[in-house]
C-alpha cells in the first residue's frame, strides 16, 4: 500500500509553504521518560536505553533538564508521501549551502524541520525560495 501524500519532487518544492510552530524547542535524553516529560513532548524517539524527547525549552527546564541548544519548529506544509524522494535532500542541502544546520522529523503528512532558534527568519525565507 502507498502511503497518501504527493511524490513527484518538483510539485512538492513547488507548492512548499513553512509554518512556524509556536515557541523554542529543545531536545533532551532520559533513560525513564516522566509521565510529565511524556505529556510536554512534541516529539519522542527511542534510542537503546534512552529516549530523545523534543519539546518546549520551559518544559524542558521545569524538570530540571539543561538545555544548551534551543530550536525553532518549522512544518513543511505540502503533504508528503511516507515513499517520497527527495525532498529531505533538497531542503537539508539548501539549509546546509547557507550554514543552518536542522534536524529533520517526518510526520505521516508532513514532514518537520528544526532549527536554530536565532536563524529561524533565515531558514523560513531560504525554504520559502525553493518554491
Known sequence: MVAPGETDLDLMLATLAVQRRPGVFAYIAVEVPTPGL???AHAMVKEGRLTTIVLPVEAAERAGQATTVQF???TLT???SLDAVGLTAAVSARLAAIGIPCNVLAGYHHDHILVPVDRVDDAITALT???
Do not use: I
Request: aromatic share 8%; net charge neutral.
Open 72 to 74: 525553532a519548529w518549522l
Open 129 to 131: 525560495a525553493l518554491g
Open 38 to 40: 511524556v505529556a510536554a
Open 78 to 80: 505540502v503533504q508528503s
